[in-house]
């Protein structure tokens, strides 16, 4: 029900990506495209993936744990791919899958990946401020009028004005903790409360990690370096078209973050909501037609997501077969 009902948005959201648009000059344009291009930012793709699963490990060594390359690459692979049934399943998933194989606490895997999500986050917020700063006029117009003014509208329609949203959510924030705080003692007593706390000290145990990493330069260089490959992937696409050749290195950046908004939508896979801010923007900014911006934004999307499910797959084929063998010698 959750995975269909994920998907039904996402197509409801294609269908409002696409709304309007000339299919036939869509899939001429389509035929024009030069997948030559395609395929190096696709490599560009597959090379920041080896590099997430080596900052993952420099994460984890702290916890007291060496995990092998290898089954941290293939683990980091499933959850990605496990993103295609439910939106942030992967985050689960790959923490359940390297804990079983290297024998770590998932609760202390946990911690890692908030880490990486909290970097990421930061990254993709200073992307954003270069952007600004460099051509406020430009890509500052299209954030507050096609993401900030939305968003804000629909507050205002949902609460009549965004001080009572804000109010409404700080009482019933503080009311939580104050009941939480008076009843603590009480509550330790349940189970599923001590299991709640066993989680949040894996958290803690996890986030503790970048304090005690030994290799903290290693670390900034791969975050760096994912993020730079990000933007080549990103920018590789625009090649693959005349018409959008002549963007710069700046516009991938741009063209990255409103992508990465569109991922952040909880749909499958960005399905629909990537697909609605990239064209948006290209034709925003750009000034390019929507069948223009569609044929990027499907072409971006559609070549990563096969890419990551065919990685996903291996992966999730090598780690079975790798338990059939051990699975085998231990009844032998």
């Not at 330069?217 to 002549?246: A, C, D, P, Q, R």
């Not at 952040?264 to 069948?291: K, N």
Request: proline share 2%.
């Amino acid at each position: 029900m959750k995975i269909a009902g994920f998907l039904a948005l996402g197509f409801l959201l294609l269908y409002f990506a696409f709304r309007g648009v000339a299919l036939d000059q869509l899939a001429s344009t389509l035929k024009r495209a030069n997948f030559w291009w395609i395929g190096l930012s696709l490599l560009f793709a597959a090379v920041s993936f080896f590099s997430r699963a080596r900052r993952w490990i420099l994460l984890i060594e702290p916890l007291g744990y060496k995990p092998t390359f290898w089954n941290t690459y293939h683990s980091l692979m499933i959850g990605y791919l496990s993103n295609f049934a439910l939106p942030r399943l992967g985050e689960v998933t790959r923490c359940v899958t390297l804990g079983r194989r290297e024998k770590i606490p998932v609760d202390s895997l946990f911690g890692t990946v908030i880490i990486e999500r909290v970097i990421d986050l930061l990254m993709l917020i200073l992307i954003m401020l270069v952007l600004l700063f460099s051509w406020v006029e430009k890509f500052g117009a299209f954030f507050g009028e096609q993401v900030l003014l939305p968003m804000q509208q629909k507050l205002v329609d949902a609460f009549g004005g965004t001080w009572l949203f804000w109010l409404l959510f700080g009482v019933v924030i503080f009311a939580a903790f104050l009941l939480l705080y008076m009843f603590r003692k009480q509550l330790s007593k349940f189970a599923i409360i001590q299991k709640v706390l066993k989680i949040l000290k894996g958290i803690v145990d996890g986030l503790k990690t970048i304090y005690k990493m030994e290799r903290k330069w290693e670390f900034i260089m791969h975050s760096l370096l994912i993020w730079f490959l990000y933007i080549m992937m990103t920018w590789m696409v625009v090649f693959s078209l005349k018409e959008t050749s002549g963007l710069t290195f700046i516009d991938g950046m741009f063209l990255l973050v409103i992508g990465g908004l569109g991922m952040a939508a909880p749909v499958t896979a960005g399905i629909g909501a990537y697909h609605w801010i990239t064209s948006r923007g290209l034709v925003f900014v750009y000034d390019f037609p929507m069948e223009l911006g569609g044929a990027y934004a499907i072409l971006a999307h559609e070549s990563n997501s096969l890419l990551t499910i065919l990685m996903g797959v291996i992966s999730y084929s090598v780690l079975t077969m790798k338990q059939k063998k051990v699975s085998s010698k231990s009844e032998s």
